[in-house]
């Protein structure tokens, strides 16, 4: 069975666990153990919690659901050679308003290069967190856009995200994510700036 770990408890980190939990081998980074295993607890099956570091050395595929600055940061200081690592990430401003980096590099190119070794994934970064709150049945039409330039790590997040009970709309080679991370933008900008709410996402739509 794939190990995945799940680097952050936010909302979206939970949000995942939940969606993950008793369907794979789950370890849970965090950097409060007492409230992460308080969390494990309400899942169904286990789920192993670990310090950030211990829980990327033992998985297969790593979830880093941390903003963009801090999954930098743990990027740059954490050996995650030959891992599958999946960034979730928008570098957006503090208000929300736009992004931070874009057009000619993005936070997951960002991340590979900081990342030495590591086989980097763009995906989730266009799903609110309120859509892993509903049953999966009601989001298994709802596509996660992903790009990547190593095809073994991009089927095996494939296979991740079908699991959590999403779509896969492949996108291209990792520097596709210039254009999915504006993507993400534009869908917090419909949501939370035009009042559309949490409950959407884009998907694309055949004639």
Do not use: C
């Not at 995942?16 to 370890?27: C, E, I, S, V, W």
Request: charged share 20%.
């Amino acid at each position: 069975m794939t190990t995945i770990a799940i680097i952050g408890l936010g909302n979206m980190g939970k949000g995942l666990a939940k969606r993950l939990a008793g369907k794979t081998d789950l370890l849970l980074g965090s950097r409060n153990s007492d409230a992460a295993k308080a969390f494990a607890a309400t899942l169904d099956g286990t789920a192993e919690v670990l310090d950030q570091a211990k829980a990327a050395a033992r998985a297969d595929i790593v979830v880093l659901a941390l903003p963009y600055g801090p999954a930098l940061e743990f990027a740059r200081d954490t050996d995650l050679a030959g891992k599958i690592v999946v960034d979730i990430s928008n570098p957006l401003k503090p208000d929300y308003s736009g992004l931070t980096i874009g057009h000619t590099t993005s936070a997951a190119e960002e991340l590979q290069a900081v990342a030495a070794g590591a086989r980097l994934v763009k995906a989730y970064n266009t799903i609110f967190a309120a859509l892993l709150e509903v049953p999966a049945a009601q989001t298994a039409s709802i596509p996660v856009f992903l790009a990547g330039d190593d095809e073994a790590a991009i089927a095996a997040v494939e296979q991740l995200v079908r699991t959590s009970g999403f779509a896969v709309e492949k996108t291209g080679p990792l520097d596709t994510a210039r254009l999915v991370e504006p993507l993400g933008m534009l869908n917090i900008r419909l949501g939370y700036h035009m009042g559309r709410g949490t409950g959407i996402a884009p998907a694309w739509q055949a004639a």
